[in-house]
T-cell receptor, first 112, second 114 residues
C-alpha cells in the first residue's frame, strides 16, 4: 500500500533561515508527487508538483523540491523563509489511480 | 481559475442528526473527493467519485455516505452524526486519470457535533 511520511511535525524558524521539509513515500511504481500548502484560514493550494523529467521542481513563492528516486524522497526547500510562509505543508503521492495519499503535514512557524 | 465551493464554512450539529455537506465545482472535472482533516493525521480520504452516480470508498468511509447526481455536485452525508465526526471536511476535484490531474480544493467545512 502507498504511504507518505513527513518526519517534521512542527518547524520553527526565524526569517531568512533556510528550510527543508522531509517527505518519504512508499510505492513501487511510477509516482506523481505534490506539495500542498495551507495558509491560516485559507484553501489548501498546490505549491509544486513532479510528474516526470527534471527531478528538481520549482514552485510558487521561491519553493523547490527534489525527487530522489533511490531514496523515495521528495523534500521541499526554500533558501530564505519569510514570515508569510507560516503555514501547514502537506506532501502527497499519486500512483496508478486518481487518489492522492497525503502525509500528516508539517506546521511551519516563521518568526520575524 | 478552478473554483470549488462548499456550502458552509462552519456547521454545528447535535449527535444523531443527519448532516449534509455540499460541494460544487465549476471546471467540469470528472473526479470529486471528500476528505477529513484532523490535527496530526493529515488528510484522509472518505469517498471518491469518478463520474455521476459512481463512487468508491476511501480509507475511512464508516459513518458516511455520498451522492453524486450531477457532475458538478458531490454531497457528503452523515447519516447519524457522532462526536467523533467533529472535524474539518475538505472537498476536492480533478480531471480523470492523466499525468497532470492535480486536485483543487474547496475552503473546507468545520463541523462540530455536540
Amino acid at each position: 500500500a502507498q504511504s507518505v511520511s513527513q518526519h517534521n511535525h512542527h518547524v520553527i524558524l526565524s526569517e531568512a533561515a533556510s528550510l527543508e521539509l522531509g517527505c518519504n513515500y512508499s510505492y513501487g511504481g511510477t509516482v506523481n508527487l505534490f506539495w500542498y500548502v495551507q495558509y491560516p484560514g485559507q484553501h489548501l493550494q498546490l505549491l509544486l508538483k513532479y510528474f516526470s523529467g527534471d527531478p528538481l521542481v520549482k514552485g510558487i513563492k521561491g519553493f523547490e523540491a527534489e525527487f530522489i528516486k533511490s531514496k523515495f524522497s521528495f523534500n521541499l526547500r526554500k533558501p530564505s523563509v519569510q514570515w508569510s510562509d507560516t503555514a501547514e505543508y502537506f506532501c502527497a503521492v499519486k500512483g496508478n489511480t486518481d487518489k492522492l495519499i497525503f502525509g500528516t503535514g508539517t506546521r511551519l512557524q516563521v518568526f520575524p | 481559475d478552478v473554483k470549488v465551493t462548499q456550502s458552509s464554512r462552519y456547521l454545528v450539529k447535535r449527535t444523531g442528526e443527519k448532516v449534509f455537506l455540499e460541494c460544487v465545482q465549476d471546471m467540469d472535472h470528472e473526479n470529486m473527493f471528500w476528505y477529513r482533516q484532523d490535527p496530526g493525521l493529515g488528510l484522509r480520504l472518505i469517498y471518491f467519485s469518478y463520474d455521476v452516480k459512481m463512487k468508491e470508498k476511501g480509507d475511512i468511509p464508516e459513518g458516511y455516505s455520498v451522492s453524486r447526481e450531477k457532475k458538478e455536485r458531490f454531497s457528503l452525508i452523515l447519516e447519524s452524526a457522532s462526536t467523533n465526526q467533529t472535524s474539518m471536511y475538505l472537498c476536492a476535484s480533478s480531471i480523470r486519470t492523466g499525468a497532470y490531474n492535480e486536485q483543487f480544493f474547496g475552503p473546507g467545512t468545520r463541523l462540530t457535533v455536540l
